[in-house]
């Protein structure tokens, strides 16, 4: 009777290894639940310019309510910030092309003498992106790559002309079926054309996380970025970046996120998002 046992205890363990390397060795792409596995999309300046993603591609469209506050006690100052990003993502070709609109943007600003507040429209912002699966060790990688556009002429919180553009690289590995590593990375630019002058900016970021998948229907993310170039050659900021988020409609999503910086030249004290995604 013990002879039976034995080729049963064997074959529960050969079956949980494969179940495991099958598991492993999957495409971060291919569970449904893979919209859970993704970071946050919320950065601390230009929108959804340089902010990190899923590298999986999807047919969506999607809402993001953005805040952002500094307050500097200090020296008597303080600028709050809220908008809502709204756009839509399409899969066409090979690649995955995305429009979005800044349809409300409210600043708030407050110093030791006076008060102000704006509110505009836009930029538009303009995606194209390649979306690639490649095998290191064994083990699949998701990579998204591509490059995003601001407009010109399409924000009304300027008076002069201005457009920015990045190119991103997105990856995702998983390594169960609960847990991923991602990482972003970015290289921007902005750009104003003020009458008889221009002025600029670039920045260079470079970020990693985990997602982790506790149960099904609820997918967690934390990670950090570093960013350098947009105040100078020294550090911009490192952040931390943590996230939450449900499923919605199978592939689509709810979630909250926000980012605090640690160090660096920035003054921005947080930024909060919460994000809706509905599949097509």
């Not at 300046?45 to 999986?56: I, M, T, Y």
């Not at 102000?116 to 083990?139: D, F, M, N």
């Not at 967690?220 to 970025?225: A, K, P, R």
């Not at 900021?237 to 980012?259: D, E, F, M, N, W």
Request: aromatic residues 8%.
């Amino acid at each position: 009777m013990r002879m039976p046992c034995k080729i049963g205890f064997w074959a529960w363990i050969i079956a949980s290894l494969v179940f495991h390397a099958a598991t492993a060795s999957a495409s971060p792409c291919e569970d449904p639940a893979a919209g859970l596995l993704g970071p946050p999309e919320l950065s601390i300046r230009q929108g959804e310019l340089d902010a990190p993603r899923s590298p999986c591609v999807t047919r969506a469209l999607f809402a993001h309510a953005q805040a952002t506050a500094l307050i500097d006690m200090a020296d008597f100052y303080g600028t709050l910030g809220a908008g809502i990003q709204v756009g839509a993502r399409v899969p066409f070709r090979g690649l995955e092309w995305s429009l979005s609109l800044r349809a409300v943007d409210w600043r708030f600003v407050q110093n030791a003498s006076i008060a102000a507040s704006e509110t505009g429209l836009g930029p538009i912002t303009l995606g194209v992106l390649y979306p690639t699966i490649r095998t290191v060790i064994h083990r699949q990688v998701a990579i998204l790559t591509g490059v995003r556009l601001v407009v010109p002429f399409t924000d009304s919180t300027y008076d002069v002309p201005v457009g920015a553009v990045a190119g991103t690289v997105d990856a995702a590995i998983r390594l169960r079926s609960w847990l991923a590593l991602t990482s972003h990375a970015a290289v921007k630019g902005w750009s104003a054309w003020p009458t008889g002058g221009w002025d600029g900016r670039g920045a260079v970021v470079a970020g990693a996380g985990a997602s982790f998948l506790p149960w099904r229907w609820l997918g967690v993310h934390l990670g950090l970025e570093a960013q350098s170039g947009w105040f100078g050659l020294g550090l911009d900021h490192v952040l931390t970046r943590g996230g939450a988020s449900v499923p919605l409609r199978k592939t689509g999503r709810i979630g909250v996120g926000a980012v605090m910086p640690l160090a660096g030249a920035e003054r921005t004290n947080l930024g909060a998002l919460v994000d809706v995604t509905i599949p097509m």
